[in-house]
């Protein structure tokens, strides 16, 4: 099965129709990892990497509208959007709201996942850092593959990030590296890291 494939697929979820809001706040517990803040502090939900079937059927407002509702700051995953600028290619890019509703952040991820028949047959990659004041202090955003290339995070750090915020869609044959990755990253720059995966026992 193609990239190109799965990316129609999921651009087709765009018809889906909206569900109604108090549906989605309902069963929001069903796609959202939470990192409990406590002593009343904000919670952070992050759902994972091209987590669209659920992601796409609740476009723009909506999700501002959920992460007001629940207070929260809202990590939407990342979705495939557009750009005239590389024939057709979509970035794939990650969604932050602040209890607030409003887009504070978003990514389009650097590293691309496999060669001639991978993410880059249908995805750009991004050439931009991404760093957010969030409920965790200031947050730098990355996506699934990014996670083994180090030097990216330690732009973020000097950018600022205090915390990293990492979706991904990791293969659960490899997951041991996802958890061994993430740590490191966690490590070498005295950070915190609050990752999702939509993979194995991880999902």
């Known amino acids: 099965m193609s990239f190109r494939f799965l990316l129609d697929k999921h651009l087709a979820n765009l018809v889906v129709l909206i569900h109604q809001r ?42 501002g509208l959920i992460a007001t509702e629940s207070q929260v700051w809202l990590h939407a995953g990342s979705v495939p959007m557009g750009n005239a600028d590389h024939a057709g290619k979509a970035y794939n890019t990650s969604l932050l709201f602040s209890p607030a509703g409003k887009l504070v952040a978003t990514y389009r991820k650097r590293h691309l996942f496999g060669f001639a028949d991978g993410e880059r047959t249908a995805v750009a990659a991004g050439d931009e850092f991404s760093v957010a004041r969030t409920s965790v202090g200031m947050t730098g955003l990355a996506t699934c593959y990014d996670l083994r290339f180090p030097e990216m995070f330690r732009r973020l750090v000097d950018s600022g990030a205090e915390s990293f915020l990492i979706d991904s869609g990791w293969p659960s044959p490899r997951i041991n590296h996802w958890t061994v990755l993430a740590q490191a990253r966690a490590i070498e720059n005295q950070a915190w890291v609050i990752a999702c995966n939509s993979a194995g026992t991880h999902a």
Do not use: A, R
């Not at 803040?37 to 476009?59: A, M, R, W, Y």
């Open 22 to 63: 108090t549906q989605i706040v309902t069963n929001l517990d069903k796609h959202i990892v939470w990192v409990g803040l406590g002593n009343g502090l904000q919670k952070l939900g992050c759902v994972p990497e091209n987590h669209t079937d659920f992601i796409l059927s609740v476009v723009g407002e909506e999700l």
